[in-house]
């Protein structure tokens, strides 16, 4: 791996480049070549329609500008962003721009002369994939909102604690007499707003742990905060020396200060309905008398006529009106294969239109489609997920339960003897004993190790994903389109030579095909060129053939394969074979390694498919993966299904068609996949499709929890040795206060170091 | 004693003009993204500024 030559960060491709915006910006420095956007329009044609455009368009009505909104994928570096917020430089129609680079967004103002097809191409024409969204929705405005009141009150607290200890400092070196006095009562009332402002989201979930009769970390927070205040305040008004306010109101600063950065990290991944999610950059064309009208798929209603291009997904379920139509279901039951459907065929929602335009007649709003269903259940499970419950949090929680017990069992025997001691040695040992290392040493342990995952580029979003990974010891595959490209690829032919003349025929029949065969064909033999046939048509489901000289030609799938480990195409003149041609799916190169690499950590792997068992026998033989590991002819269901009973296990799949199996995943890991729709349903997320990916996050996750578990039992050594003390009277509130800090900093320099 | 509490004061203003204007770039949206400025910073913009004035002057 080397630098990239411009912006020296670190470059995992194979340019001298880390992305394209470093090569476009070194061309425009050294070689004076001011990047030129090229225009594609045909791609974004729809939102050249300016009632398209308008729904997304989130300037105000009648400005003489247009405003944007983008989610971009492909950020790289410093270099995107420069070149990003440079569009107007070189684009006079754009006014504006302006990058959010951790959340991946571009805000963009252009003059009414352009328009969004224009833009989008020309973002993508510089290396990156624009989706552009609505307005912000209110649920993520609440979000942001509650963000901002979390940042208000650190900065509260902030202030108070550091005027806290402004005032501490004078009275611990010894000041007395009439200042103290003032300094006491000033410590007091500046104490208040972070009693009553700073601390108040402490009460609230304290509250609502009761009312579920959960006794939880806030309450045990909730009691030392106010036992610190009550004590206090009480020694002000009787003139004793015991001030807590400068401990306490540092205690509350450091756990409000930690808990927004955990917070920060799990609010980039809102949720949302799955399947708009997923749908919502798909306009389609719907011909009413003769006239196109563009529609977004929910506005689509049963009988009308829509035309589809190339890449388009289906939203609803339509009957073919064209005559013949390739599509890609793989989105549906993962085979890799495209499959041919013809005029009065149905085509269900999910389906990828391979053929150039089609027409399409639709019979199934969206909403009633299966998949909307599947969608819709896997967006309740998430709810499900959600309960998980921690190491951590089961040992906080039960840590909580046995120091309050202890403690008030404490004051109340010795309450008759000891009196105001009682009640201070109590406190000391609520004080000492607070889960809070715990509480926030494992959610930073975790907050790293999510960073230092985004940094290797791929992305975590359950931050408790490191804790179940380390209890799992199975990793099923999906194979296609994880393990396996879904590109084919010629293996051998038969007999071994061909001729040229062959070659070129059987090139020309392939000619206007899109299938993986025709595909893998034109690779092979691009120093070839087809001859011209007199004709040439599609044999139903079978293959093709046409007429070369009077010769009947035909390339028809054998389908004869069952105990075959490759696809094996006949070629046919005049009806008698005269050549085999055999292909494989290609396995991706660093496959192999990575399977090694998890038996190597004694680790369990399986195969899961939805091809045939031959196929995906011999896929798990190069593999070196046991064939009573390997499960063939899975449907979308039959994998969640599978999934489910395996578990606790990772799944590996794409985010394509595996949402299911996904979900159903202890740990779910997604190699690509549409963004959002993925990111929703998998715990990890590698967009840029590294395999490796899978060994790297289970040696991150060893480091992590090992980092958690010797943090815990530090903080349970450490509590057990300091809550005997306290209630021995050896250690009183403002010592314990003074310590916990103390324990929490061992933490927090002990996960900074294993995971910096 | 007297001078003491006059600084006193001083600090406590000082702590409360910090925390306004902390709340401020909290509401101003200061916050928002911590990350971009750092990349800005490293921009290479002399380049930058001569096209910014050729096109300046071409529309003058």
Redesign the interface.
Known sequence: MTDCVYCHGTNSTSSQFCCQSCEL?YA??NDHK?PVPELNLSKWSHYQNSEIEAQFNLAEVASNFKRFKFHIEGLQ??SC??LL??LP??E?KILKSK?????SLLEIEISNEMNLAELSSIIESLGYKPTVFKEISEYEDAIKQEE?TE??KI??AA?VA??EM?FAVPLYAGLKA??AT?FKW?SFVVFLPLLFYSASGFYKRAWSGLVTRRVSVDLMIVVALWGGFVLSTFSLATGREDLYFDSTASFIFLILSTRYLLKFHQNKFIKKDLFVDMFKDQVYEVIKKNRSVYKVFSEIEQGEKVKLQQGQFLAFGAKLLSDKCLTDISFLNGESLPHSYYVGDILQAGSRILSSSVELECVQISKDTQLSKTLNQIDMLAHDKNKYQTLTDVISHRLTVAVFSIAGLYFLLTYSDLGYEAFKRSLALITIACPCAVAFGTPLAHHLGVRKALKKGFLIKAENVFEKISRVKKVIFDKTGTLTSSELKMVRTFPVHLDEETKSIILALEKNSLHPVAIALKKEWSDFSPVKLKRSNEIVGRGVEGEYEGIEYQLIKNHDEQNLNVIQVDFRMNGVVKAYLFFEEILLPESRNVIADLYKKEFDVMLLSGDKRSRVLEIARQLAVRPAMVFSEQSFEDKANLVRQQNPCIFVGDGLNDLAALKQAEVSFAVRGPFEATLQVSDIYAPQKKLSAVVEIIQLAEKVQSTVNRNLLFAIFYNAVGGVLALMGFINPLVAAILMPISSLVITLHTVWRLK | MNLILFMVSVAGLLSLLFLVAYVWSVSAGQMDDLETPAHRILKNDSKIKVLQDNKGRSNE
């Not at chain 1, 990058?99 to 959340?103: A, G, L, Q, W």
């Open positions: 910006l425009w420095f001011k570096c410093s962003v420069h917020e440079d430089v070189f006079e990058i959010n680079f951790s959340k901002l940042l208000k900065g509260v202030v550091a005027n402004l009439e200042l003032v000033i």
